[in-house]
Nanobody, 123 residues
Framework: QVQLVESGGELVQAGGSLRLSCAAS????????MAWFRQAPGKEREFVAG????????PYADSVKGRFTISRDNAKNTVYLQMNSLKPEDTAVYYC????????????????WGQGTQVTVSS
């Protein structure tokens, strides 16, 4: 079992930055692939970024590539999402997720989820 708790979401102006954190508890965090997804009102949950257990593979959604950076600190059981140059269309609830095996863009392949943290970007 893995428990995930996100933090760092808040209201920010367009062009600003935020760093989201996801603290994990449970066994074998370092062996899990981690990912961030987001869901805006009335829209489906979408993949934002993922990272494998070593940090060597980090896929991104095209909409955030070059602006967002995912990273992990296995010693702290934490994964981060640095978000720069934020846009109003980045407004959503951001979810952290974990799965055994490789990183995937498919939310159906993830076994564990956090409760989410709200990010609101004002224009």
């Amino acid at each position: 079992q893995v428990q995930l708790v996100e933090s760092g979401g808040e209201l920010v102006q367009a062009g600003g930055s935020l760093r989201l954190s996801c603290a994990a508890s449970g066994h074998s965090f370092s062996s899990y692939a981690m990912a961030w997804f987001r869901q805006a009102p009335g829209k489906e949950r979408e993949f934002v970024a993922g990272i494998n257990w070593t940090g060597s593979t980090t896929p991104y959604a095209d909409s955030v590539k070059g602006r967002f950076t995912i990273s992990r600190d296995n010693a702290k059981n934490t994964v981060y999402l640095q978000m720069n140059s934020l846009k109003p269309e980045d407004t959503a609830v951001y979810y952290c997720s974990a799965r055994g095996g490789g990183v995937s863009r498919d939310y159906g392949r993830y076994d564990y989820w956090g409760q989410g943290t709200q990010v609101t970007v004002s224009s």
